[in-house]
C-alpha cells in the first residue's frame, strides 16, 4: 500500500497453496481510492522447464535482497547464494564506477578461486515497477572447459573427416591420372610398332584426352596415308606385270613363225 500503485516483487507465501513463491504485489485503486492489493504468483514449474535443460546454479533477486527464486533447489538458498555475494559486489561495484550499469544486458565475471564464471543479467521491469529483477547465473569452469573442449574435439573429428574426404578424392584421382596416361603411353607404343587397333577416344576432358584425340587422328592419317602408297604400289606391279606380259607376247608372235617355218624345212 506503500508503493502506492508501483509494482513491487517479493517472496510471499501464497495464501491458496500454503507455499512461498515469487509474486507481484500491487495496490489497486479506483477513483484515487484504495480497493485492495492484488497478488499474482508465479508458479515454481514456470522457472523449472524454462531452466531443465541448464547445467547452471541459477538465482532470481529483487534488486539487492537475498534471492527468491534458485535452480536448482537449494535448502539454504541465502548460505549458497552468499558464496557469490562478494563477487557479486565486485562486479556491481565496478560496473557503477565506470557509469555502465547495464539493464538488459549480461556481466561475466571470472573466479579462479572458487572455480566458476558469474553472469548477472539486471531486467527493467516496465509499467510502474519498482525494482529490477536479477538474474544471476553462475557457471563451473569445468563446465565451460568441458564444452570448449567438447568443440574442439567435434571440429578436430570434422577436419578429421574432411582430410580422409580429400585423401581419398585425391587418390582416386591419381589413380584415374595414371590409368589414362598407360592408355596414351600404351597406345602411341602400338602406333610406333605398326599396330594401329587402339580405342577411338579415353575418359576424361582434359589435356591427355586432346593429346589422345590428336594421336588418334594422326594414326587414322598415317593409316590412310599408308593405304594409298600399298594401292599405289599394287597398281605399279599391276602394271609392270602387264607389260611384261606384252612383251612376252610380242616375243611369241615373233618366235612361233620362225619355229613352224624350221619345223617343215627340217621334214622337207
Not at 484504495?34 to 522447464?49: M, N, Q, R, Y
Not at 587397333?197 to 587422328?217: C, F, M, T
Request: net charge negative; proline share 4%; hydrophobic share 40%.
Amino acid at each position: 500500500v506503500e508503493s502506492k500503485g508501483l509494482i513491487n516483487w517479493i517472496q510471499l507465501v501464497d495464501p491458496v497453496t500454503g507455499k512461498e513463491q515469487f509474486t507481484l504485489v500491487r495496490s489497486v485503486y479506483d477513483n484515487y481510492k484504495l480497493v485492495g492489493v492484488l497478488l499474482i504468483a508465479v508458479s515454481d514449474k514456470v522457472f523449472d522447464e524454462a531452466l531443465a535443460d541448464s547445467n547452471n546454479h541459477i538465482f532470481i533477486t529483487v534488486g539487492q535482497q537475498n534471492p527468491v527464486f534458485s535452480y536448482p533447489k537449494f535448502d539454504e538458498i541465502d548460505k549458497e547464494y552468499n558464496r557469490f555475494r562478494p563477487l557479486i559486489n565486485e562486479l556491481l561495484t565496478t560496473e557503477q564506477e565506470e557509469n555502465t550499469y547495464p539493464l538488459n544486458n549480461d556481466i561475466n565475471i571470472n573466479s579462479d578461486d572458487e572455480g566458476v564464471t558469474l553472469n548477472l543479467r539486471n531486467i527493467a521491469i516496465p509499467k510502474r515497477s519498482q525494482d529490477n529483477v536479477s538474474i544471476v547465473s553462475v557457471i563451473p569452469t569445468n563446465v565451460i572447459v568441458s564444452e570448449v573442449n567438447k568443440d574442439l574435439m567435434r571440429s578436430f573429428l570434422m577436419i578429421l573427416f574432411l582430410f580422409f574426404i580429400c585423401f581419398i578424392l585425391l587418390a582416386f584421382f591419381i589413380r584415374s591420372f595414371n590409368h589414362r596416361i598407360d592408355a596414351l603411353k600404351n597406345s602411341m607404343s602400338k602406333v610406333a610398332n605398326g599396330d594401329f587397333d587402339i580405342p577411338p577416344k579415353i575418359s576424361g576432358r582434359d589435356e591427355i584426352s586432346e593429346v589422345y584425340n590428336h594421336l588418334y587422328a594422326t594414326m587414322k592419317s598415317l593409316q590412310t596415308l599408308i593405304s594409298e602408297n600399298y594401292e599405289h604400289l599394287v597398281q605399279e606391279k599391276n602394271m609392270e606385270i602387264q607389260q611384261r606380259e606384252t612383251q612376252f607376247k610380242a616375243l611369241s608372235s615373233q618366235i612361233n613363225p620362225h619355229f613352224l617355218y624350221n619345223t617343215l624345212e627340217m621334214i622337207r
